[in-house]
């Protein structure tokens, strides 16, 4: 066989990695943009001796998996399902003779979770590992510990354009291997870059058109411009039309038809130049043959998970530098280039140096479904460049227990092993599932819908998915034909693997399959507008006001973009309570709803019936169960302090007396922690918190046992018992400490200051007159008797002429009697 591959620069590396792969069975090959990794690695390979089966190379992308095939079986001189074929989900060519398969990454987790020993595989390929997609993470994991364990004659290559290689390397390294790392120089063309700037008056579309115009006066050569979707494609086509009439402007996206696809990536066969508007899918794998100009607005658009709202969004960022390289790198593929950027050249160090790998921003519903069926309890233990995040995983795990995936252990279950087996996401699955248990009908309805939310565009861009279902259905072009037959092959599965469910013969609308995927998302207007919605899950959402579905009661969201808060609704189907009603009763809860009023203080009791959020009907409970409405009483003092109480003044002074000795029995905070042992019985056939002071204060005296009762007593005594006889309560809650009042004629006889506590202190004496005025506030009394009580004596003395006031009060007797009647005592 001929070699057509002599003229690709990954040709100088090949007899490298090929030898290497003769001695171990992994390797890693870096090469840039345009070495050619893509078509000539695989060809070379399948010449080896250790090669006797096929070899499976990844792409990321339909686009560029069924290119790649066709360009390598070109190069063979033959057509594309002989010798190298493909797999992609709506399009596949294949056959006995096929050697080379390129399949997208998704198919390949698919296919490796069915065949873990990859029976009949010699090698897999995995091509523009460096754009990190979920599905390639994946199943790079799963390859990795499949050739630990099943298959360690199987080979696997990394192929990546950036210098991630010792980090790729380190995978297979810590599974034991010694891999080779093989990095080809590749071929560099000059590259001219022209700084644009950007235009914040202008629009993307009218400052990319702009630049297109600019590009076709000042080069020569097919023109590819990026821009970040479908929309601002179209938008820019329009503007062209006017523009450059006679110019052939060819859009490339996921949603082309796949010979307009062919006609974007290969040379007019008239010779006419070309301007192809693409979006990212066109920033690796794809070689557009003539293309030397490149015009990129600087925008891209990803798929992220928004764990509040639940959905999976599309966010328009700046693209990174690595992105805005790999653009700008397509102009130079084949020869000299020139690459329009619409930003400043300043600016260009501000954006982010690569985009986030898909396993830290995406819903990992998936990927834990598969590594639940792959038996992987510790994900951990696989080979991962970024493992999954915890909490996104604990989240994801709890999806799926909800759709009944996994068991309350974390292990699948049979209905998630029907699930994983579904070529979807597991939502969708469980959709298509559950419709199926209901008859074929049913099961193609639902598999129709769950490809017209995964494939965007098909059917049109309504946000009724009902309106979408009918025109996609009289859609005779071969993109929707090919779907109708994919989605015959989904009801099909899902009939075979689904359990018979019960069937009253009622026709089940398609909202109801909807809602079974998405059960959080059943959603309530909140205003006849139909702008407003509030879903069974708790989020609000919007919609157009010139929806045709604005004019509904009830909604089922497919997808919603934008913000947690008011994330716009994009796809739904409209649905009646009567049908929630009769076809999701096991969505419907009665539930006992109680809510404490704080301006009556008071637990108020509803008898709701509930839809998640939704609340379908409420009456008042006249006779709640009594522990439910002291638990919420409780929560109620949780929530609002120990102080929502009503502590009498004993209470509080003995939580005063227990905080000042330390005792933590009577801490408020461990008392509110452990109120179900002693609030609970006071509250029983309450729903207000008004218990007598007396019982709360007898309740929280039985917190202590014995000894803490003595403990408190000789620490933080509630009384101070005057010389005089006479016992007076103690302040531990005043701002100079432990205080007492008392008349000062109680302390005579008494020269040493009296102390609490341990270690000992000062209790704080405030002194009055006979008639109760303040007199002085001391922390020590023998100087105070020694000072300021002759100033005390003269003021008092005439006030109170009837009383003592010695001049040496600390050698007289305590009394509070009368001077006269002090007299009479002491002379019986």
Same mark, same amino acid.
């Given at each position: 066989m001929s070699d057509p591959f002599l003229d690709l620069p990954i040709h100088a590396v090949l007899p490298e990695l090929v030898a290497a792969l003769d001695?171990?069975?992994?390797?890693?090959?870096?090469?840039?943009?345009?070495?050619?990794?893509?078509?000539?690695?695989?060809?070379?390979?399948?010449?080896?001796?250790?090669?006797?089966?096929?070899?499976?190379?990844?792409?990321?992308?339909?686009?560029?998996?069924?290119?790649?095939?066709?360009?390598?079986?070109?190069?063979? *001189? +033959?057509?594309?399902?002989?010798?190298?074929?493909? $797999?992609?989900?709506?399009?596949?060519?294949?056959?006995?003779?096929?050697?080379?398969?390129?399949?997208?990454?998704?198919?390949?987790?698919?296919?490796?979770?069915?065949?873990?020993?990859?029976?009949?595989?010699?090698?897999?390929?995995?091509?523009?590992? =460096?754009?990190?997609?979920?599905?390639?993470?994946?199943?790079?994991?799963?390859?990795?510990?499949?050739?630990?364990?099943?298959?360690?004659?199987?080979?696997?290559?990394?192929?990546?354009?950036?210098?991630?290689?010792?980090?790729?390397?380190?995978?297979?390294?810590?599974?034991?291997?010694?891999?080779?790392?093989?990095?080809?120089? #590749?071929?560099?063309?000059?590259?001219?870059?022209?700084?644009?700037?950007?235009?914040?008056?202008?629009?993307?579309?009218? /400052?990319?058109?702009?630049?297109?115009?600019?590009?076709?006066?000042?080069?020569?050569?097919?023109?590819?411009?990026?821009?970040?979707?479908?929309?601002?494609?179209?938008?820019?086509?329009?503007?062209?039309?006017?523009?450059?009439?006679?110019?052939?402007?060819?859009?490339?996206?996921?949603?082309?038809?796949?010979?307009? /696809?062919?006609?974007?990536?290969?040379?007019?066969?008239?010779?006419?130049?070309?301007? $192809?508007?693409?979006?990212?899918?066109?920033?690796?794998?794809?070689?557009?043959?003539?293309?030397?100009?490149?015009?990129?607005?600087?925008?891209?658009?990803?798929?992220?998970?928004?764990?509040?709202?639940?959905?999976?969004?599309?966010?328009?960022?700046?693209?990174?530098?690595?992105?805005?390289?790999?653009?700008?790198?397509?102009?130079?593929?084949?020869?000299?280039?020139?690459?329009?950027?619409?930003?400043?050249?300043?600016?260009?160090?501000?954006?982010?140096?690569?985009?986030?790998?898909?396993?830290?921003? /995406?819903?990992?519903?998936?990927? &834990?479904?598969?590594?639940?069926?792959?038996?992987?309890?510790?994900?951990?233990?696989?080979?991962?460049?970024?493992?999954?995040?915890?909490?996104?995983?604990?989240?994801?795990?709890?999806?799926?227990?909800?759709?009944?995936?996994?068991? *309350? +252990?974390?292990?699948?279950?049979?209905?998630?092993?029907?699930?994983?087996? %579904?070529?979807?996401?597991?939502?969708?699955?469980?959709?298509?599932?559950?419709?199926?248990? =209901?008859?074929?009908?049913?099961?193609?309805?639902?598999?129709?819908?769950?490809?017209?939310?995964?494939?965007?565009?098909? #059917?049109?861009?309504?946000?009724?998915?009902?309106?979408?279902?009918?025109?996609?259905?009289?859609?005779?072009?071969?993109?929707?034909?090919?779907?109708?037959?994919?989605?015959?092959? !989904? &009801?099909?599965?899902?009939?075979?693997?689904?359990?018979?469910?019960?069937?009253?013969?009622?026709? %089940?609308?398609?909202?109801?399959?909807?809602?079974e995927a998405f059960p959080d998302r059943i959603a309530r207007a909140r205003a006849a507008s139909g702008e407003d919605w509030l879903a069974s899950g708790?989020?609000?959402?919007?919609?157009?006001?010139?929806?045709?579905?604005?004019?509904?009661?009830?909604?089922?969201?497919?997808?919603? /973009?934008?913000?947690?808060?008011?994330?716009?609704?994009?796809?739904?189907?409209?649905?009646? +309570?009567?049908?929630?009603?009769?076809?999701?009763?096991?969505?419907?809860?009665?539930?006992?709803?109680?809510? !404490?009023?704080?301006?009556?203080?008071?637990?108020?009791?509803?008898?709701?019936?509930?839809?998640?959020?939704?609340?379908?009907?409420?009456?008042?409970?006249?006779?709640?169960?009594?522990?439910?409405?002291?638990?919420?009483?409780?929560?109620?003092?949780?929530?609002?302090?120990?102080?929502?109480?009503?502590?009498?003044?004993?209470?509080?002074?003995?939580?005063?007396?227990?905080?000042?000795?330390?005792?933590?029995?009577?801490?408020?905070?461990?008392?509110?922690?452990?109120?179900?042992?002693?609030?609970?019985?006071?509250?029983?056939?309450?729903?207000?918190?008004?218990?007598?002071?007396?019982?709360? =204060?007898?309740?929280?005296?039985?917190?202590?046992?014995?000894?803490?009762?003595?403990?408190?007593?000789?620490?933080?005594?509630?009384?101070?018992?005057?010389?005089?006889?006479?016992?007076?309560?103690?302040?531990?809650? =005043?701002?100079?400490?432990?205080?007492?009042?008392?008349?000062?004629?109680?302390?005579? *006889?008494?020269?040493?200051?009296?102390?609490?506590?341990?270690?000992?202190?000062?209790?704080?004496?405030?002194?009055?007159?006979?008639? #109760?005025?303040?007199?002085?506030?001391?922390?020590?009394?023998?100087?105070?008797?020694? #000072?300021?009580?002759?100033?005390? $004596?003269?003021?008092?003395? *005439?006030?109170?002429?009837?009383?003592? !006031?010695?001049?040496?009060?600390?050698?007289?007797?305590?009394?509070?009697?009368?001077?006269?009647?002090?007299?009479?005592?002491?002379?019986?």
């Amino acid at each position: 066989m001929s070699d057509p591959f002599l003229d690709l620069p990954i040709h100088a590396v090949l007899p490298e990695l090929v030898a290497a792969l003769d001695r171990t069975p992994a390797a890693v090959l870096i090469a840039p943009p345009g070495a050619g990794k893509t078509t000539a690695v695989a060809p070379a390979l399948i010449e080896r001796d250790w090669c006797e089966g096929s070899v499976i190379v990844l792409s990321p992308r339909r686009v560029a998996a069924r290119a790649a095939a066709e360009r390598m079986a070109e190069l063979l *001189g +033959e057509q594309a399902g002989e010798t190298v074929g493909y $797999v992609t989900r709506l399009d596949s060519r294949r056959s006995a003779s096929t050697r080379i398969l390129v399949m997208t990454e998704a198919i390949f987790v698919a296919t490796v979770l069915g065949d873990p020993e990859l029976e009949g595989v010699s090698a897999v390929l995995f091509d523009e590992a =460096h754009e990190r997609h979920l599905d390639a993470d994946l199943g790079l994991a799963l390859a990795i510990e499949a050739q630990s364990v099943l298959r360690p004659d199987l080979r696997l290559v990394v192929m990546s354009a950036t210098l991630d290689g010792a980090r790729f390397a380190a995978l297979f390294e810590k599974a034991g291997q010694e891999p080779a790392l093989v990095e080809s120089e #590749g071929r560099a063309h000059p590259l001219e870059l022209r700084w644009l700037g950007s235009r914040p008056d202008l629009t993307v579309e009218a /400052q990319t058109a702009s630049a297109i115009q600019r590009a076709w006066g000042e080069t020569s050569g097919d023109i590819l411009a990026f821009l970040p979707g479908v929309r601002q494609i179209e938008r820019v086509a329009d503007l062209l039309g006017e523009r450059l009439p006679h110019a052939l402007v060819l859009p490339l996206h996921g949603q082309v038809e796949p010979a307009g /696809q062919r006609a974007a990536i290969r040379r007019d066969r008239e010779g006419r130049r070309r301007i $192809v508007l693409a979006t990212s899918i066109a920033e690796t794998s794809l070689t557009l043959d003539g293309v030397s100009v490149v015009v990129d607005a600087g925008l891209s658009r990803h798929a992220e998970f928004d764990k509040v709202a639940g959905v999976t969004r599309l966010v328009t960022t700046r693209a990174s530098q690595a992105s805005a390289a790999q653009r700008a790198g397509r102009a130079a593929r084949q020869g000299p280039g020139v690459a329009y950027r619409l930003w400043e050249e300043a600016a260009h160090a501000g954006r982010p140096a690569f985009d986030p790998p898909e396993i830290l921003t /995406q819903d990992l519903a998936p990927l &834990a479904l598969t590594l639940a069926q792959w038996g992987a309890a510790d994900a951990g233990a696989l080979a991962w460049l970024d493992p999954p995040p915890a909490p996104a995983l604990a989240s994801a795990r709890a999806t799926l227990a909800a759709l009944g995936a996994l068991d *309350g +252990e974390g292990r699948i279950t049979a209905h998630g092993r029907a699930m994983a087996r %579904m070529p979807m996401e597991p939502a969708l699955a469980h959709m298509l599932l559950f419709a199926a248990g =209901h008859g074929r009908d049913a099961a193609e309805t639902a598999a129709r819908l769950a490809l017209l939310l995964q494939e965007r565009g098909l #059917g049109g861009r309504s946000e009724d998915l009902a309106r979408r279902l009918d025109s996609w259905n009289g859609d005779r072009s071969g993109r929707a034909g090919a779907a109708r037959q994919l989605a015959g092959r !989904w &009801a099909g599965a899902a009939l075979r693997l689904a359990v018979a469910g019960h069937d009253d013969g009622a026709e %089940m609308p398609p909202g109801v399959f909807l809602a079974e995927a998405f059960p959080d998302r059943i959603a309530r207007a909140r205003a006849a507008s139909g702008e407003d919605w509030l879903a069974s899950g708790g989020r609000g959402y919007r919609l157009d006001p010139a929806s045709p579905l604005a004019t509904a009661r009830w909604l089922v969201i497919g997808d919603a /973009q934008g913000e947690a808060r008011g994330a716009r609704i994009t796809a739904a189907l409209a649905l009646d +309570e009567a049908d929630i009603q009769q076809f999701l009763p096991h969505r419907i809860e009665d539930r006992l709803t109680l809510d !404490w009023n704080a301006s009556e203080r008071r637990v108020e009791a509803r008898r709701e019936r509930r839809l998640g959020s939704i609340v379908l009907a409420r009456v008042p409970d006249p006779s709640p169960d009594n522990a439910a409405v002291v638990a919420r009483l409780i929560a109620a003092v949780r929530e609002g302090g120990f102080d929502l109480l009503p502590l009498g003044t004993a209470s509080r002074a003995l939580l005063s007396r227990a905080r000042y000795a330390g005792l933590a029995a009577l801490d408020p905070a461990l008392l509110i922690e452990v109120a179900d042992e002693w609030l609970a019985p006071l509250l029983k056939g309450r729903r207000d918190l008004d218990v007598a002071a007396g019982r709360l =204060h007898e309740a929280l005296l039985d917190r202590l046992d014995w000894n803490e009762r003595q403990e408190l007593d000789r620490l933080a005594p509630a009384q101070f018992r005057s010389p005089a006889g006479t016992s007076h309560p103690i302040d531990y809650d =005043h701002d100079g400490g432990p205080t007492v009042e008392l008349r000062v004629q109680a302390l005579f *006889g008494l020269d040493r200051h009296p102390t609490i506590g341990q270690p000992p202190r000062p209790l704080l004496l405030s002194l009055t007159s006979p008639g #109760g005025r303040p007199i002085q506030t001391t922390a020590d009394l023998p100087g105070f008797w020694r #000072g300021s009580w002759r100033d005390v $004596v003269k003021d008092m003395k *005439g006030r109170y002429p009837r009383h003592r !006031w010695p001049d040496t009060p600390w050698t007289e007797d305590p009394s509070l009697k009368t001077r006269n009647a002090f007299e009479a005592q002491k002379g019986k």
